[in-house]
């Protein structure tokens, strides 16, 4: 596992890596994934440098909890890296030559592990790689 369990540990690693990025220090090989995710998402800059970093984003408060969301990113890009499933570098790589944007590929992607992940939390059951490699392999058959 990349980060702790606590929720404020995770949320400072993303403030320190984007204070880091802004004060033009060196960054980790993880810092500097962080620092891209949060580069793609301005309208999240102002959550990572908030004071209230441990502010709750509950599903009816009608926004996205950031935190989460560049979560699933760095989520999507190990899985890739890693080609874990087996076969999500090819999907990844079919879906990029669909959008011609990595950013757009990683989002079709998200949507297909959060469902999988809100799936096996509902059922409090491990993740369904196979269901969710089927859902990706769905999605990259809409690419071709």
Not at 6 to 28: H, I, N, Q, V
Not at 60 to 67: E, I, L, M, S, V
């Amino acid at each position: 596992m990349i980060f702790g369990q606590d929720r404020g540990e995770l949320r400072r690693m993303y403030r320190d890596a984007w204070r880091k990025r802004s004060d033009k220090l060196p960054l980790s090989p993880l810092e500097a994934q962080i620092v891209a995710v949060i580069e793609w998402h301005p309208e999240y800059h102002a959550d990572v440098t908030s004071d209230d970093l441990d502010r709750d984003y509950a599903p009816d408060g009608g926004r996205t909890n950031p935190f989460l969301h560049m979560g699933l990113h760095l989520g999507i890009r190990e899985q890739v890296a890693t080609n874990r499933p087996p076969g999500i570098a090819a999907i990844h790589t079919a879906l990029l030559a669909r959008h011609s944007d990595a950013h757009a590929a990683e989002h079709e992607m998200i949507e297909a592990l959060a469902e999988t992940l809100w799936e096996a939390q509902s059922s409090n059951a491990p993740p369904d790689e196979q269901k969710y490699l089927r859902r990706l392999q769905a999605l990259a058959a809409q690419a071709v």
